[in-house]
């Protein structure tokens, strides 16, 4: 018997290995990425959700979060496709500052948006950057390569299309704002 998305909060071992990568902020011109060892708990994951909306009725059930960027925006997996691992479940971005969004379609192809140079904060606010040759990804585009499950393609291709899938995405949680 598998276990519900729900319930799952196992760290998938490509995002341990994320969490062991090197994201240097590069005064700005680098990643503004600080991804975690494990998932927040239910408990901080709902805390954050309810402030974060003003709505402090929500349940937070649906997001595993895994990193933040410099000023406390989260990066989460959205555990909307029922019966799917957690690597299968998209990506999005909640910003400190409310933006949001979703930032690729699945676990893979947010390891190929960090090869591409974009953490999740810049995937949200700059959909449409190229990569810019940095030291850092080479490292980043051989644990994609390592891990990812879909072919590579650029970051601002794998942002579209999971915008695409997901249009009503920053619409539907701007609406939880109170």
Do not use: K
Not at 134 to 139: F, G, K, V, Y
């Amino acid at each position: 018997m598998s276990e519900t998305t729900t319930d799952d909060r196992r760290f998938p071992p490509a995002l341990a290995e994320v969490a062991a990568a090197d994201f240097p902020y590069d005064d700005g011109e680098g990643y503004d990425f600080e991804p975690y060892d494990a998932f927040d708990s239910a408990e901080e994951t709902t805390d954050w959700l309810r402030q974060w909306t003003g709505d402090h009725e929500l349940d937070a059930g649906a997001y595993r979060v895994f990193g933040q960027d410099g000023t406390g925006g989260l990066a989460a997996l959205w555990c909307v496709r029922p019966g799917l691992p957690l690597t299968e479940q998209p990506v999005v971005f909640l910003g400190s500052e409310g933006e949001c969004g979703v930032v690729a379609a699945n676990l893979s192809d947010f390891l190929w948006v960090l090869a591409d140079g974009l953490g999740p904060m810049e995937a949200v606010t700059y959909p449409d950057h190229d990569a810019r040759p940095r030291p850092a990804l080479a490292a980043l585009a051989a644990l994609a390569a390592r891990h990812a499950t879909t072919p590579r393609r650029p970051a601002r291709v794998l942002i579209a299309e999971a915008r695409s899938e997901f249009p009503s995405f920053e619409e539907d949680i701007l609406a939880l704002c109170r």
